[in-house]
């Protein structure tokens, strides 16, 4: 069964960039049936798509992020990973990692990380 | 980028009574709508795809119906056990979008 888990920092200052990490367990990133994705969702409010990352390290992510955001993957430690840059408080959210394995909808999610951004 | 609606944000059913929730979306999907079921403390579990196809191990109870730019996901018979924030999400065009979610109490 296939199991997701966020890491990182908690808190993160404005202007510095955010930096998540989600390791893969019960399957192989390197699986090329599967996309991987960032989701996020502020406090209160609805689900925000970030991007996708590939085993083969194509990726696309939502414009209105504005080029901020950089997905990669590390296929050895079966991880891939979510920079977000110049954040402001409006980027305080919980953030998912999830995977797809056939249409573009998550079969599978993980428990989610809650990052604030405050000085 | 398609705009996901959903209606009520809130809906308090009894416990054997049905519960019917709404998701819009801006322009036509087709088909290419997912819905989901977060309950409280836990992450989020795909319950349908294609509009109507359940997802594995999702019970009968639960119906997803609709194309084009209306859904509908119906719970016939309400459980305690489906006390939960539902959403929606569109496949059909980039950016992937949700709605914003609608929450089911029991009344």
């Known amino acids: 069964q296939v199991q997701l888990r966020e890491s990182g920092p908690g808190l993160v200052k404005p202007s510095q960039t955010l930096s998540l990490t989600c390791t893969l367990s019960g399957g192989s990133i390197n699986n090329g049936d599967y996309y991987w994705s960032w989701i996020r969702q502020p406090p209160g409010k609805g689900l925000e798509w970030i991007g996708y990352i590939y085993y083969s390290g194509s990726t696309y992510d939502n414009p209105s992020l504005k080029s901020r955001v950089t997905i990669s993957v590390d296929t050895s430690k079966n991880q891939f990973s979510l920079k977000l840059s110049s954040v402001t408080a409006a980027d305080t959210a919980v953030y998912y990692c999830?995977?797809?394995?056939?249409?573009?909808?998550?079969?599978?999610w993980g428990q989610g990380i809650l990052v604030s951004v405050s000085s | 980028e398609i705009l996901m609606t959903q209606s009520p944000a809130t809906l308090s059913v009894s416990p054997g009574e049905r519960a019917t929730l709404s998701c819009r979306a801006s322009?036509?999907?087709?088909?290419?709508l997912a819905w989901y079921q977060q309950k409280p403390g836990q992450t989020l579990r795909l319950l349908f795809y294609g509009a109507s196809t359940r997802a594995t191990g999702i019970p009968a109870r639960f119906s997803g119906s609709g194309s084009g730019t209306e859904f509908t996901l119906t719970i016939s018979s309400l459980q305690s056990e489906d006390l939960a924030v539902y959403y929606c999400?569109?496949?059909?065009?980039?950016?992937?979008?949700f709605g914003g979610g609608t929450k089911v109490e029991i009344k």
């Open positions: 999830a995977g797809r394995s056939s249409g573009w909808y998550f079969d599978y």
């Open positions: 322009q036509s999907i087709g088909g290419n």
């Open positions: 999400q569109q496949y059909n065009n980039w950016p992937l979008t």
